[in-house]
């Protein structure tokens, strides 16, 4: 099982960016993914996630509906796309897998992570 996070840019706030996570050693569409991030300072914490098939998502509240995860099982490839970015946002943005097929924002759940990708939000 391998994930490979990237995507992390510096942006300016207001702007938007999407994050790839590309894995292999397992059908993306059978795994719950998430995406985690840790800002300077602080704890991991959960930003969304996606179930295997049937999918369904879950987002953390403090988002506000400016992130979406989405997978392409052609590409074995999970997104997350981020909108009205904020300097808060800033952080190494990770992405994990499960073999489960629910999905949560505890990290406790996932075995495989991504190595991490820095998002810099700044003007």
């Known amino acids: 099982v391998h994930v490979v996070d990237s995507g992390g840019d510096l942006v300016h706030p207001g702007g938007s960016l999407r994050l790839s996570c590309v894995v292999s050693?397992?059908?993306?569409?059978?795994?719950?993914m998430a995406w985690f991030r840790q800002a300077p300072g602080k704890e991991r914490e959960g930003v969304a996630c996606?179930?295997?098939?049937?999918?369904?998502?879950l987002y953390a509240n403090s988002l506000n509906g400016r992130v979406t995860i989405s997978r392409d099982a052609t590409k074995n490839t999970v997104y997350l796309q981020m909108s009205s970015l904020k300097p808060e946002d800033t952080a190494v943005y990770y992405c994990?897998?499960?073999?489960?097929?629910?999905?949560?924002?505890?990290?406790?759940?996932?075995?495989?992570w991504g190595q991490g990708t820095q998002v810099t939000v700044s003007s």
């Open positions: 996606i179930t295997s098939d049937p999918a369904k998502t």
């Open positions: 994990a897998a499960d073999n489960f097929p629910a999905c949560q924002l505890s990290e406790d759940q996932y075995a495989f």
């Open positions: 050693g397992f059908d993306v569409a059978t795994y719950a």
